[in-house]
C-alpha cells in the first residue's frame, strides 16, 4: 500500500508542475490565436486568454499516464488499466466539446441568451448534450462500475443492464452540462473543482477504489496549480473546456469507484444551481453588475443563481469574496459528506 500512496503523490506533483509550467506557454498561443474572452466583473472588462483547462487537461493526462508507468514498469499496483484507459478515453472527448465551443468561430461581440456580452461565438446549447453524449460510451462498453446502488430510505437496488445503457451516458451529458453553470468568476470553476476532487479522492482511495481515487486526486492537483493564474484577479479564463473537464473528470471517477450517494452531497452548490437557473429556463447569467466601490450587485429581482444570492441587489461582496464563500459553502457540503458516509 505504502508503494500505491507514493506512486499517487509523485503522480499528483508531476501533474501539478505540468500545470504551473504550461499555463504561462499556453496564454501566449491562446492570444495569439485569438482564442480570448472579457473578464465580465472588472472595470473595462478586459480581453484575457480562454480556454484554461487545456493546461488543467495536460495535467491530468501527464498524471494519469504517470501513474499508470509506474504501475506498468515499478510498482505494479493492483489496477485496472481498462477503467483507466476508458476514463481517459471520456475525458478526452468531453474536452474536445469543450475547446469546441470556447472557439472564436467571430472575432466580434455579441449579446448571449442570458444577456452577457461575449467574445466569441461558441456552440448552440442544444448541440452540447448532443456532443457530450458520445463521452459516455467508453465507459459503458467496459461495463465501469456498479449496478447496484444503495438508495436512502429504499436500501440496495439493484438497476441491472440499466446502469451501463441508460445511466451512465445520463449521468455523463447531466453533470459534464450543470457544471458549466455555476461560473463566470474569478477562481470560482477551479476552486469549487478542486474541493470536489480532493474529498471524493480521499473518500475512494480510504475506500480502496484506486481507479477512481487516481483521477480526482491528480484532477485537484492540476486545478490547484491552475488557480495561481486564475485566482482574482485573473490572467486567464477557465472556459467551456475547464468546466467540462471537471465535470466529466468528477462523474467519471465517482461512477469508477462507485461512490455516487457520497459524490451527491459533494455536488450540491451544482444541483442548487440547476433548480435556481431551471426558474428561468436556464436563460439566467450567474455574473453580478460591478458597482463603484468594487462590490457587485445582481442583475436580477429574484434569485437564478447562487452568486445572485449572496451578491443581494445591494452590492454586499466583492467578486473575490463572493467567490470565498461558494467555496466556504461547497467545503460545508464535503465535510457533511464524510459525517454521513465515510
Not at 491562446?30 to 466583473?41: E, H, T, V, Y
Not at 498524471?63 to 478526452?92: C, E
Not at 453580478?288 to 452568486?307: A, D, F, I, P, R
Request: with cysteine.
Amino acid at each position: 500500500m505504502f508503494g500505491m500512496l507514493e506512486g499517487i503523490i509523485v503522480s499528483c506533483t508531476i501533474a501539478f508542475l505540468a500545470v504551473i509550467f504550461v499555463t504561462p506557454k499556453l496564454m501566449k498561443f491562446l492570444i495569439g490565436a485569438n482564442i480570448i474572452g472579457i473578464d465580465q466583473q472588472k472595470k473595462g472588462k478586459p480581453l484575457i486568454p480562454s480556454s484554461g483547462g487545456l493546461a488543467v487537461a495536460f495535467g491530468l493526462l501527464a498524471g494519469l499516464m504517470l501513474f499508470i508507468a509506474m504501475d506498468v514498469f515499478i510498482f505494479k499496483f493492483d489496477v485496472d488499466f481498462n477503467l483507466l484507459f476508458a476514463a481517459s478515453n471520456t475525458i478526452l472527448i468531453i474536452l474536445l466539446v469543450g475547446v469546441l465551443d470556447d472557439l472564436n468561430v467571430k472575432a466580434t461581440s455579441r449579446i448571449a441568451a442570458t444577456g452577457t456580452r461575449e467574445y466569441r461565438v461558441g456552440l448552440k446549447q442544444w448541440m452540447k448534450p448532443l456532443l457530450t453524449l458520445p463521452a459516455a460510451i467508453p465507459l459503458m462498453v467496459i461495463n465501469a462500475g456498479v449496478s447496484q446502488m444503495v438508495i436512502p430510505f429504499i436500501g440496495p437496488v439493484d438497476f441491472g443492464i440499466i446502469y451501463p445503457l441508460i445511466l451512465i451516458p445520463i449521468a455523463v451529458v447531466v453533470v459534464s452540462n450543470v457544471n458549466n453553470m455555476l461560473a463566470g468568476l474569478n477562481g470560482l470553476e477551479a476552486g469549487l473543482g478542486f474541493i470536489a476532487s480532493l474529498s471524493v479522492g480521499v473518500y475512494a482511495l480510504f475506500h480502496g477504489n484506486i481507479e477512481g481515487a487516481i483521477i480526482v486526486l491528480v484532477l485537484a492537483s492540476s486545478l490547484l496549480a491552475f488557480l495561481k493564474y486564475n485566482w482574482f484577479p485573473a490572467k486567464i479564463l477557465p472556459g467551456d473546456s475547464l468546466t467540462y473537464l471537471i465535470g466529466v473528470s468528477f462523474v467519471t471517477a465517482v461512477i469508477i469507484a462507485n461512490v455516487e450517494m457520497f459524490a451527491v452531497v459533494v455536488y450540491m452548490p451544482w444541483i442548487i444551481e440547476a433548480l435556481l437557473k431551471l426558474r428561468k429556463r436556464f436563460a439566467a447569467s450567474s455574473l453580478g453588475t460591478l458597482q463603484k466601490n468594487g462590490t457587485l450587485k445582481s442583475q436580477y429581482k429574484k434569485y437564478y443563481s447562487l452568486t445572485h444570492v449572496i451578491m443581494g441587489g445591494k452590492g454586499r461582496f466583492t467578486e473575490k469574496q463572493v467567490t470565498s464563500i461558494i467555496l466556504l459553502l461547497e467545503i460545508v457540503f464535503c465535510l457533511l459528506a464524510f459525517v454521513l458516509f465515510f
